[in-house]
């Protein structure tokens, strides 16, 4: 067990940038998931995938972001012409199954300059 | 609407007392629920999950949590706490409805004096 692995784990961009995150989940797992961390807060839901499949998607994804997992392996997070409110922590987590425990990985720190 | 409180926002105990902290839900059926640890930095640590059956359930580093189907609680406690329990602690039931995905409350901080 390797854990879930993200990439980068900082992020330091211009406002109206492109950035792009990956997220390496357990081999086994077929649940991903994508939430986003502002300070003092806990991890809000973004979405997730069932292998390939993007089964949800919360309100807080703008038309700005995008979420891929084209093989269902790993995954990634596209944020378009970034705004300073995208300053976050992004975790990615995966799962084995819906009631299991979710695994997170360190996250990716996005500052938004 | 799924909802999850940890009231205490900021909790500080001297190394070797117990802990509790506290986390209330809202939620329509018979929950599965997760305490999680994060370090600063980190992502989140997996502490301890109940899915049904015992209601005192155990989990690593001398944690335990119990659920009270009564008080929508699921409290987490440490009968001695080390200075490396400083850390932030979140509560995680089901969102309810989306299948699997979790609500995390606010969190609550712990620091620990020597």
């Known amino acids: 067990d390797t854990g879930v692995s993200q990439d980068p784990r900082h992020k330091i961009t211009k406002r109206g940038q492109n950035v792009t995150f990956r997220c390496d989940p357990i081999?086994?797992?077929?649940?991903l998931y994508w939430y986003r961390q502002t300070l003092g807060q806990g991890p809000e839901f973004l979405t997730y995938f069932q292998n390939e499949a993007q089964l949800e998607k919360s309100r807080l994804l703008s038309d700005r972001f995008s979420a891929e997992r084209p093989k269902g392996s790993f995954s990634t997070l596209e944020i378009q012409r970034t705004e300073q409110g995208d300053s976050a922590m992004y975790l990615c987590?995966?799962?084995?199954?819906?009631?299991?425990?979710?695994?997170f990985g360190d996250g990716t720190r996005l500052s938004i300059l | 609407a799924q909802s999850v409180t940890q009231p205490d926002i900021h909790i500080t105990v001297s190394e070797g007392a117990s802990l509790e902290l506290r986390c209330n839900y809202s939620?329509?059926?018979?929950?599965?629920l997760f305490w999680y640890v994060q370090s600063p930095g980190q992502g989140l640590q997996l502490l301890l999950k109940y899915f049904s059956g015992d209601t005192l359930v155990q989990g690593i580093k001398g944690f335990e949590a119990e659920f009270k189907r009564s008080q929508s609680s699921f409290n987490l406690r440490k009968p001695s706490v080390h200075w490396s329990d400083a850390a932030e602690y979140f509560c995680?039931?089901?969102?309810?409805?989306?299948?699997?995905?979790?609500?995390f409350g606010k969190g609550t901080k712990l620091s620990v004096k020597p």
């Open positions: 081999s086994e797992h077929n649940r």
């Open positions: 995680a039931p089901p969102r309810g409805g989306s299948q699997g995905n979790l609500i």
């Open positions: 987590a995966s799962s084995f199954s819906e009631d299991q425990p979710q695994h």
């Open positions: 939620y329509g059926a018979t929950p599965y």
